[in-house]
T-cell receptor, first 113, second 111 residues
Framework: EPEVTQTPSHQVTQMGQEVILRCVPISNHLYFYWYRQILGQKVEFLVSFYNNEISEKSEIFDDQFSVERPDGSNFTLKIRSTKLEDSAMYFC???????????FGPGTRLLVL | KQEVTQIPAALSVPEGENLVLNCSFTDSAIYNLQWFRQDPGKGLTSLLLIQSSQREQTSGRLNASLDKSSGRSTLYIAASQPGDSATYLCAASFNTDKLIFGTGTRLQVFP
């Protein structure tokens, strides 16, 4: 069964460093999303992406964040200068069409020291 | 402000019981609602999606209902098993694809 994959599973970085989180969505899906979950808190929406551009972004998704689909299979989230409060589990998701089921990847646990 | 809440926060039941998890949302202009399962430290597994035009969806021992007028959804789990132990999340979208999540119900089914 097709699934969303994410790499790395864990990443530890120093405050101020850049990180890139990678995702491979389900192959025929067209809509891509990033969410995050700070330990003990709700899952929060960050950004949605369709047709090579951002469809919607949350207040969390400020200038330090960017997304890219560099090729036909990968979808990346870049954090330019990480802060302690960026420590969270980051989930990528994809769906085949608007309003369809969003399938989530296993997540990348990011720890900023 | 669009919000999703879930009660109870935690539930512990003996194996074999039928149970209901509740989810409520503040905006009746819901687009769709999705139920997920999350195991500790893991990702989200989609269980059921209910479109705004539907009243319920079923998958195996799971049945989810949607009542837009009262702002509620329920997830019914029949004949619960220890393997059902996990956190169950509901998430709603309103006019866009952005999912707004509840805080989840942590379910423990003991043998």
């Amino acid at each position: 069964e097709p699934e969303v994959t994410q790499t790395p599973s864990h990443q530890v970085t120093q405050m101020g460093q850049e990180v890139i989180l990678r995702c491979v969505p389900i192959s025929n899906h067209l809509y891509f999303y990033w969410y995050r979950q700070i330990l003990g808190q709700k899952v929060e929406f960050l950004v949605s992406f369709y047709n090579n551009e951002i469809s919607e972004k949350s207040e969390i998704f400020d200038d330090q964040f960017s997304v890219e689909r560099p090729d036909g299979s990968n979808f990346t989230l870049k954090i330019r200068s990480t802060k302690l409060e960026d420590s969270a589990m980051y989930f990528c998701a994809s769906s085949g069409a608007r309003g369809e089921t969003q399938y989530f990847g296993p997540g990348t646990r990011l720890l900023v020291l | 402000k669009q919000e999703v809440t879930q009660i109870p926060a935690a539930l512990s039941v003996p194996e074999g019981e039928n149970l209901v998890l509740n989810c409520s949302f503040t905006d009746s202009a819901i687009y769709n609602l999705q139920w997920f399962r999350q195991d500790p430290g893991k990702g989200l597994t989609s269980l059921l999606l209910i479109q705004s035009s539907q009243r319920e969806q079923t998958s195996g021992r799971l049945n989810a209902s949607l009542d837009k007028s009262s702002g509620r959804s329920t997830l019914y789990i029949a004949a619960s098993q220890p393997g059902d132990s996990a956190t169950y999340l509901c998430a709603a979208s309103f006019n866009t694809d952005k999912l707004i999540f509840g805080t989840g119900t942590r379910l423990q089914v003991f043998p």
